[in-house]
């Protein structure tokens, strides 16, 4: 992937307000250094600290060109639009950094390079477009033969799309590091890879290799790192991406799952779908895990962004008391307490109980 | 689809004996009217009858050369080999057809009108390269809208792959239509395509679209016909597959389910996964549906292939017992028994019940 050590402009257009910039608010939480500024033109003038609260005096501003005095190298497509196409109003502001001498960096299911006007401008100033949703073409289909043992593979799971798998997976990564555990972040969405710098977009796979890439990602992980926490993608009660949800868990054929939740969410964004309690979640999941391999939810991470710190400790509690099972914020909190809860199950062979507080 | 009303000679070297050409096999118990040879080199000079029980007189031959005698006019790639690639030897096969003058229809992965040298001969004799499973480029992410009220929509689900879900979902259409119902077929897979001239090859659909695919196929359908049968893919319990079942499952949103199922397969075909009792896979079944929208499994078409008829009779009898469910083979014993059981179930609102034999 060709986003490391960067200057990076992040288009966010009408998206940083509510937080609808999943790609943009994630580089600005993990790569803050890299970014030189985000365009909304809503929010032109203030900084990203005074819109989202992260990343600082990064400046927000109006449009590509306003961005051109902080010399940006590369524009990032900050956004993951429902559907993934490419909103009308963009491609001028693509066309303008292409003219710049700007790299472009997608994540979109609309493919830049398979444009042919991105593509002949691209080759005209020579800069490159790097659609990281893009699957590898020498997928393979799933051969179930298990990874390295020894090595301990976690998937994040959730009750909706968006509800913080990856950030989930990203806290606790970086907690069993501070450990000094040997950890490794498998990228399975456009964000998670631009963070990472490798992994698949699985919702982008052709079903028949979806869990075949999965088991090729986890796979790969497992032989480098000890503990691999797979970032999860959509829920299994999503009406739209069930499918890739069920091909994620069944190809990374985990040994736990951490369940992630944001306990003031109660319906499917979009779906009227109500999102069942704490324990049917889990057993949803862990029936499903259990048709090719059992794995059971050790911890729950619940995602308090909307909630007071008092409430989430409050919300934290209630779902111990009403699961059993160790919870927290990794992202409020920190992800110790979830990495102390995987480790004394697989490894100590204790069952998971909820967290001293 | 370019497959009415033609003289078709299927390429199914090497598979015929085992059954494991279920294009080939499909194609001449359904058409056999439109084949003129099948090619398996080693059973060249038998007929179709003495190899396999069906198709008559229909010549086996050794190769595509052998076929011009009988004045194809199309060659059918009639294997779906794992992963769904293309066998070398098979090259010269099909530029042979094509030079021929014959036009070329797969159902595999791999896109013959992509491969430069077979689009080249196509271009250079006229000839049209058909991929009957190449995805539409205009799908939708799923909106869970519902189909046609007065519609009813039944998906055929399954203990593993290739046990014979397409096979049910026809012999169920085709007795529905004859007890005077408006039933219309849904196929999903390359051999369901070919056979009804329309459909969509779901696993071979972009993650976030499979179930967007489904519900455009299926809401389609429910418009023209007042009985929806939808073929099935996969399995829930099959390690590389279970995402493709779940998005076909969520996306046809189904008002019933039947379950298929060859009494004597007790494993997953080459994964070391045990096939369940009925009762359990029915559960997981009605469970998984039940995470968007309930449906229950109304009936059990048996695969009783590989029985004789006696075993087969108390095989199905078994099953009813066990599960108290009606069911049979349709394509022993035809179909009627299980639309009389849809059909109570979903229009009178009786609980499904061991049919009378």
Known sequence: ????????????????????????????????????????????????????????????????????????????????????????QWRREILAAIDHGMDVISGLHFMLADDAEFAEAARAHTVKLVDVRRAPEDLQVATFAGHRPGARVVTFVGSDCAVGKMTAALEVTQAARHMGLSAGFVATGQTGIMLEGEGIAIDRVIGDFMSGAMEGLVTRAAERYDWVFVEGQGSLLHPAYSGVTLALLHGSAPDAMILVHPPTQTQIDSYPIAIPSLPRLIRIYEDAAAWVKPARVAALALNTRDMEEREAREAIRAAEEETGLPATDPVRFGGEVLVKAIAEYLVEGRAPTPAAH
């Open 1 to 88: 992937m060709e986003t490391a050590s960067r200057r990076l402009a992040i288009l966010a257009e009408g998206t940083l307000e509510f937080h609808h910039g999943k790609t943009a608010v994630s580089l600005l939480r993990y790569r803050p250094e890299d970014i030189v500024a985000v365009i909304d033109s809503e929010n032109r003038g203030r900084t990203t600290d005074e819109v989202l609260g992260i990343g600082g005096d990064i400046p927000v501003v109006a449009s590509v060109d306003d961005t051109f005095a902080m010399r940006p190298d590369a524009l990032v497509i900050g956004i993951a639009p429902f559907g993934g196409g490419l909103p009308e």
